[in-house]
């Protein structure tokens, strides 16, 4: 636009610049991300002489952020088919709250109920939430997605606003405005170990154990499945995986279907971890979800784990060290600085092929 | 009710928007009308009170219709200029910076009852050029991220700059600055000054039409602005940019400037629009900076018609006044028949409405004549499914 | 007591600006409004929506049983009473913007001469300056933030002055300000052994400012105070926070409406000796019925309202009287406060003699050794109230349960 000037210094600087931009935009991410472990690595060193602090930032932080990745891999699932960021899917993750705490409530698991008993009546209600928040995910595309494939691209992005508001109103119906307390089945915050003054609750075993064997699950199926080939195949190009006999319309559903899954076991973790659901809490959760998602690279499942891995941990470090009331601003930070310095994200490149 | 049908519905009202003498006889007409009608309603009427927030919504409406409509870019952080206008009249229209001047205050151009308090008392009309120009600065802050960014993604970033100032907004009361705080936190600032303008009576709670007169003034030299911003170079040079953002910078069109420019634009007119809602309720509270804010102008905006002026002014005014009245006095008593409260479906209610709306009718109630040839001659229907990755 | 700004307003903008003429409808009569002549109306603002809604409901009905009580007429003039909703449903408690409407509605309606409310300190905040112009006078059965009345330590700069443009006085309340409750807190804290004590605030009017006159009392008292922290109410669990709170005695300063619960849960597995303390803010039944049954003897609560037993006769004729008409066995705390709010507007109505706004409010500002149901009191040029006692209540049983009253020095 503007004609170059070539004049040597000129080009020096220009190169340096370039030189620095380069360097910023390949590590600044991972400078950026490693900062705050660091800072508060050497702080506890320097005052309390161990890391047990930061430990056990990063134990919640991981536990926490298990919940996380499991609603991530539905936001990048969906957005690596059909490029739409599915606003309604972390009230998807609610539901599947609400709807855990209902049918157990419905089995009669109380604080009393006998291990045996809880646990057979989680893994059912683990299934049925599952099943519940795939359906609904299935319907909201049919209904809110699907007729709206060939108009612009801000039609379907306020359908999903539509649904998520009108999913966050039948929360709200269902149990009140204010945070709803469960009971505690799993005695959330009783110590299972500790290594060196880093305490391992319940609540964090909980989430390893249970996203780990879904997250498993779920990449040997895309990636293996003829299904999961099929998907891969949609994201890729829709109109040559059209073309190649793949029923599109069918795979969309399914990706719709394996991420309101996902998202159904986060919502009963989430509920047996915090012990509080609200009908708002999937607004947040989609968004650090959302964050993790980009994060990982969009597309990319294992990506988005770890992304929603990292999230969990940035999240509890600002807890402990700022106060909850920062969280948001400093995650969101974060996000701002992926978009600016990685827009593809940390594992960006192999988008596609990972599914 | 399919698509086909409501576009023969609206077709007539199209046509007539179009034509060159609907601008030079209804206009004036409608803004004839617009001045004379508040006179035939008391000064505290409840409904020239939803008239001044349906107005602030049009301002706003308008403001973000050139991000989004004109220059194609998704905004879903728009509650952040919102927010900039409300603190520059928090800042500069209120006791909130107490010990400015050993507690005397600061006073400029403003009547005798905020001139004898602490804190800085700018004219209200001051304030809102002050607004403007802050929120247009951190519109531009805002855009810089973005720049490399497309669709999904800018969506994504305004958002996270959105939930940043309401974040902000709600913690700044521990963000010190000497004796001063960047905000008052969540406890709020109140009150707030009022404008002061002889002439149009006392600006009371009790008496609603001065307001009126100001958010109609507001949103008379928006849209003249938009109208002429449309026409322009600038406005060619947004919606080039928005039909294809390579072709346009093959042609010429500086693509940072123009974002920016977009961006800042928009953003001023919605600190415009947050100084006079916080005015006219009195209050900054940081806890109404939040998402579903951004979510409503946007609504508006697209109901309307992404681009067209005249529809963005309809979207605004249907949607606000669906909400202060369709919703609790039409739908209310209908669905009180079923046994439910509409005052506990509110939201419910929107979001079913943003669905239906965009399923019937994704181009708007009164498309934007380029966007129309789009929706039905597929000009541009690769951008729906298989748009290249950011 | 408490003061608040709409936490989780996330979808609200919307039920903000809609959901509005609605709010106005539990809109209900007692006097009858038929004869002739003028007639004065009363009007109440509450969160009629959300977990304060039981307490909300308390006080209308109070304020209706004592206007019952006067025969609905007051120098001969009709009296009605209107209730109006200060929340909205998304928000589950109290809006801004359906504050000033309420307010506006109360200020442009000719026959209004005054005004209840508002439950919580953030409300009346928005609300005051609105009335202060007509000017109306507005009573609270509830609000305690000090800088709504008075310029003493806790008050942010500027208060209470710029919620009054006209600096004349139209607003009081009947419940001893944070102040008082401040002094109690820290006297219970004392006498249960504490050495020090950590804060967590929800970070709004009440929240925050009751955490300010905590730490100023618990400094005169010589209480260590280990640290006073915000939170975010949007938070999923706070054990994070939690973790690094080792202090023998925790005090959370907030409402329930702000995920006060799990505040407590957090707190209390951080740290399972802990001794667990709480405002009026958290003593509803929102809270008492989720709290763990594991934490809820460990939790005291201090509310403005003493046992029924420690109040006068008038008082005690009251719980009989409301528990008969309402049929519920033990009355809401604030239900008393609805009564006494409505009691002491109509008997500034009658001293007054006429039905001038201004002369109204002159006369309740002169209200003086006023023998009520909730003991003898009389309103400073604050318009405060001079009853400093305050009731402990320990939560048992998903109730709560009252254990003791502790009686503040003025000026503490």
């Not at chain 2, 305004?158 to 309401?166: H, K, M, Q, R, V």
């Not at chain 3, 600006?17 to 038929?34: A, K």
């Not at chain 3, 307010?103 to 409300?123: K, L, P, R, W």
């Not at chain 3, 109509?346 to 003086?368: E, N, P």
Request: with cysteine; charged share 10%; aromatic share 10%.
């Amino acid at each position: 636009m503007e004609a170059a000037s070539f004049a040597a210094g000129r080009v020096r600087r220009a190169s340096a610049l370039a030189w620095v931009r380069g360097l910023l935009s390949s590590y600044g991410l991972y400078v950026a991300l490693l900062a705050l472990p660091l800072v508060y690595g050497i702080n506890d060193l320097q005052h309390a002489h161990n890391l047990t602090r930061l430990g056990q930032n990063l134990v919640n932080g991981l536990s926490n952020g298990a919940i996380w990745a499991l609603v991530a891999l539905g936001y990048t699932l969906v957005y690596g088919i059909i490029e739409l960021i599915n606003f309604a899917h972390g009230d998807v993750f609610m539901i599947g709250s609400f709807a855990s705490f209902a049918f157990w409530t419905t089995l009669g698991l109380t604080v009393a109920t006998s291990v045996l008993g809880l646990v057979g009546g989680l893994l059912v209600t683990l299934v049925v939430s599952m099943i519940a928040c795939g359906a609904l995910n299935v319907m909201i595309e049919r209904v809110a997605y699907r007729p709206l494939r060939n108009a612009p691209k801000l039609a379907p992005l306020i359908t999903a606003v539509g649904f998520s508001f009108i999913l966050q109103n039948v929360g709200e119906l269902w149990l009140g405005p204010a945070q709803h307390n469960v009971s505690d089945l799993i005695h959330a915050q009783q110590k299972v170990f500790s290594i060196s003054g880093v305490v391992v609750n319940r609540s964090d075993l909980l989430a390893l154990a249970v996203t780990a064997p879904l997250v498993i699950l779920l990449t040997t199926f895309i990636a293996r499945s003829r299904l999961g080939k099929a998907m891969r195949a949609t994201a890729q190009d829709p109109e040559a995986a059209r073309l190649m006999g793949i029923n599109v319309d069918t795979t969309i559903s399914a990706a719709f279907a394996l991420g309101g899954m996902m998202a159904g076991a986060g919502g009963l973790i989430y509920a047996l971890y915090q012990t509080n659901i609200w009908f708002f809490q999937g607004f947040r959760a989609g968004l650090f979800a959302f964050t993790a998602a980009v994060m990982g690279g969009i597309g990319n499942l294992r990506g988005a784990v770890a992304g929603g891995l990292i999230i969990g941990c940035v999240q509890q470090i600002s807890d402990n060290r700022f106060g909850s009331q920062w969280t948001e601003a400093i995650v969101f930070g974060y996000l701002i600085l992926v978009m600016v310095f990685k827009p593809q994200g940390l594992f960006g490149e192999q988008t596609r092929e990972a599914g | 009710m399919d698509l086909s049908m409501l576009g023969a519905l609206t077709r007539p009202l199209r046509e007539i928007v179009a034509n060159k003498w609907f601008n030079r006889i209804a206009v004036p007409v409608v803004i004839g009308f617009a001045i004379v009608f508040p006179l035939f309603f008391v000064g505290a009427s409840p409904f020239i009170n939803n008239t001044v927030q349906a107005l602030v919504y049009v301002v706003m409406a308008l403001g973000l219709n050139v991000v989004v409509g004109f220059a194609g870019l998704l905004d879903l952080g728009y509650v952040a200029f919102y927010a900039m206008g409300s603190y520059a009249i928090g800042w500069f229209g209120s006791e909130f910076l107490y010990p400015v001047n050993h507690q005397k205050g600061v006073h400029f151009l403003v009547s005798r009852l905020p001139g004898s308090l602490p804190g800085v008392h700018i004219n209200f009309f001051i304030v809102i050029v002050i607004a403007a120009a802050l929120a247009a600065a951190a519109g531009a802050v805002i855009g810089l991220p973005t720049l490399r960014l497309r669709g999904d993604y800018i969506a994504i970033v305004t958002l996270a700059f959105g939930e940043i100032i309401g974040n902000i907004a709600a913690n700044g009361d521990q963000l010190h600055f000497g004796q001063y705080t960047l905000t008052a936190g969540r406890q709020g600032i109140t009150p707030v000054d009022v404008p002061n303008l002889p002439g149009v009576g006392d600006f009371s709670p009790l008496n609603n039409r001065p307001w009126y007169y100001v958010a109609l003034a507001l949103v008379l030299i928006v849209l003249f602005c938009n109208v002429r911003l449309r026409d322009s170079r600038l406005g060619r040079a947004w919606i080039a940019l928005r039909e294809d953002e390579v072709a346009a910078a093959s042609m010429g069109v500086p693509i940072v400037r123009t974002k920016l420019l977009a961006y800042a634009t928009g953003a001023a007119f919605g600190g415009m629009a947050g100084v006079l809602l916080s005015s006219y309720t009195n209050t900054v509270n940081a806890d109404s900076f939040n998402f579903s804010f951004s979510i409503f102008v946007l609504a508006m905006v697209i109901l309307g018609g992404l681009g067209s002026i005249w529809g963005v002014v309809l979207g605004a005014l249907a949607l606000s006044y669906f909400n202060t009245y369709g919703i609790p006095d039409v739908l209310g008593p209908f669905l009180k028949n079923f046994g439910l409260d509409v005052t506990q479906l509110g939201f419910g209610i929107f979001g079913f409405v943003l669905v239906l709306m965009m399923v019937l009718r994704p181009q708007g109630l009164l498309p934007e004549r380029r966007r129309k040839l789009e929706m039905t001659q597929g000009i541009g229907a690769d951008e729906s499914l298989v748009e290249v990755n950011a | 007591m408490m003061g608040t700004g709409c936490t989780l307003v996330a979808a609200i903008g919307i039920a903000a600006c809609g959901s509005s003429s609605s709010s106005s409808s539990s809109s209900s009569s007692s006097g009858s409004s038929s004869g002739g002549g003028k007639s004065l109306t009363i009007y109440s603002s509450l969160p009629l929506q959300g977990t304060s809604r039981g307490q909300s409901e308390a006080v209308v009905n109070g304020a209706k049983l004592a206007l019952q009580q006067a025969g609905g007429k007051v120098n001969g003039l009709n009296v009605t009473y209107t209730s109006l909703d200060d929340s909205t449903a998304a928000a589950g408690k109290w809006d801004p913007a359906q504050v000033a409407k309420d307010a506006q509605q109360a200020a442009s309606d000719s026959n209004s001469i005054a005004y209840i409310g508002e439950f919580n300190s953030g409300a009346s905040a928005v609300s005051i300056p609105i009335l202060n112009r007509v000017p109306l006078l507005q009573v609270s059965p509830s609000n305690t933030a000090v800088g709504l009345t008075a310029n003493v330590p806790g008050a942010t700069p500027g208060e209470p002055a710029k919620y009054y443009p006209t600096r004349k006085r139209n607003y009081g309340r009947i419940v001893p300000k944070d102040t008082i409750q401040a002094a109690a807190l820290v006297a219970l804290m004392k006498s249960d052994g504490c050495k020090s004590v950590y804060v967590l605030n929800d970070r709004e009017v009440y929240g925050q400012g009751l955490a300010t006159n905590v730490a100023l009392a618990a400094k005169t008292a010589g209480l260590k105070v280990d640290g006073n922290q915000g939170i975010d109410p949007k938070a999923p669990n706070y054990r994070s926070q939690a973790s690094q709170i080792h202090s023998p005695c925790f005090l959370f300063s907030g409402i329930t409406a702000n995920n006060g619960v799990q505040v407590y849960k957090d707190i209390a597995a951080a740290d399972p000796s802990a001794k667990l303390y709480g405002p009026d803010g958290v003593a509803e039944a929102a809270f008492t019925t989720n709290e763990p049954a594991g934490l809820q003897g460990r939790t005291q609560l201090t509310v403005a309202t003493l046992d029924p037993k420690a109040y006068p006769a008038a008082g005690r004729a009251f719980f009989k009287q409301f528990s008969a008409t309402y049929n519920v066995a033990s009355p809401d705390p604030y239900a008393i406060y609805g009564y006494e709010a409505m009691s002491v507007v109509l008997d500034a109505i009658k001293r007054s003699g006429s039905s001038s706004r201004q002369s109204v409010i002159d006369a309740f500002f002169q209200t003086k050794n006023r023998s009520s149901v909730l003991g003898t009191y009389s309103i400073d040029a604050n318009g405060d109230t001079t009853l400093t006692t305050y009731g402990v209540y320990k939560v048992v049983g998903g109730k709560l349960v009252f254990s003791k009253s502790i009686k503040v020095k003025p000026g503490a």
